[in-house]
Nanobody
Framework: QVQLVESGGGLVQAGGSLRLSCVASGSTDSLISMGWYRQAPGKERELVATITRSGTTNYLDSVKGRFTVSRDNAKNTVFLLMNSLKPEDTAVYYC???????????WGQGTQVTVSS
């Protein structure tokens, strides 16, 4: 089993920055990919950014150039640095990890990010 604990959400003005962190505990050796999804009210959950253990990244088109995902494998932690935030980035952000042994996804509890105009 894997547990994910997020931190770093909050309220920020448009153009501002936030940094999210997610620490994984438990059977972390099986985690191939970690990253972030978000869900805005009335919308489906969408992939924001992911990073593999080897450092390969994938981003939602609308956040490319503004958000940066990174990972500290030694500390089982994934980060999301969000710059130039826009009101449309407002959502609950969920940490995600994919476990290769179970072929399953693990999720954090979510952290609210609100960007005011």
């Amino acid at each position: 089993q894997v547990q994910l604990v997020e931190s770093g959400g909050g309220l920020v003005q448009a153009g501002g920055s936030l940094r999210l962190s997610c620490v994984a505990s438990g059977s972390t050796d099986s985690l191939i990919s970690m990253g972030w999804y978000r869900q805005a009210p009335g919308k489906e959950r969408e992939l924001v950014a992911t990073i593999t253990r080897s450092g390969t990244t994938n981003y939602l088109d609308s956040v490319k150039g503004r958000f940066t995902v990174s990972r500290d494998n030694a500390k089982n932690t994934v980060f999301l640095l969000m710059n130039s935030l826009k009101p449309e980035d407002t959502a609950v952000y969920y940490c995600n990890a994919y476990g290769v042994l179970c072929d399953c996804d693990y999720w954090g509890q979510g952290t609210q990010v609100t960007v005011s105009s």
